[in-house]
């Protein structure tokens, strides 16, 4: 199916990629010099998908010999305004942006929201997806590496920010009591404790799955200490 794409839209991001067609469906691709770099968006994806966040499910291909992340293409999902839209959520999205919230500490994804807030779209029922996993675990959202390590210094600095995160999350955590918060990040780690979450990092495809995952389970038990239950 790769091989049939044909591109009929431009990149819509920093990386390289595009709108590709084929038999009347439309796929977006974004393509990456480093092989690691899109198994890691993937896997990433993949944990927040268990951990109960929205993603656009992106699958790794190659195309035209690029390593590339593959997502059906929704124009259903806009960004919005964030000044007015981050200030009107209904619950729902609220719970949808503490779980992004705690799944990129866990992850490390200081790009969550996205520069322009664009990482975060809405469908039309509403629903919040994150739809860019590129800047998880050991990759910056451009390519360089980072270090992933045994620490939940993002606790602090994803929310305390001149940038987009900060002024998203600081703005929806200012307005949910600890109880709420305590519940959300219950349900989280519940999930990010079962069997099906381990398989998502062996299967990976990465040579570091098992570092990332016991990494990913230290950070999980800092972060409940961090938020006390």
Known sequence: MVNDLRKVGSA????PGGVYETTGTRYY??????KDQALTEVLAANVYECLGIWTLDPVYTEYEG??????????DLKVTEPKFYFGKLTDGQIESIIRMYLGAILTKNWDIIGLEYDNVMVGEKGFLYSIDQGGAFTFRARGSRKEYGPDID??????????????????????VDNTTLVRIAQNMFSLGRDLELIREF???????????????T???DLLQKEIGF
Not at 160 to 165: K, L
């Open 66 to 75: 690029k390593p590339s992340v593959m997502t059906l293409f929704r124009d």
């Open 29 to 34: 691709l974004k393509h990456y010099k480093n």
């Open 202 to 216: 062996e299967k990976s495809g990465l040579s570091d799955w098992k570092n990332l995952f016991d990494t990913f």
């Open 218 to 220: 230290v950070r999980m």
């Open 154 to 175: 993002d606790f602090t600095s994803l929310r305390y920010n001149d940038g987009a995160s900060g002024a998203v999350f600081s703005k929806v955590l200012a307005e």
């Open 12 to 15: 819509k991001g920093s990386n």
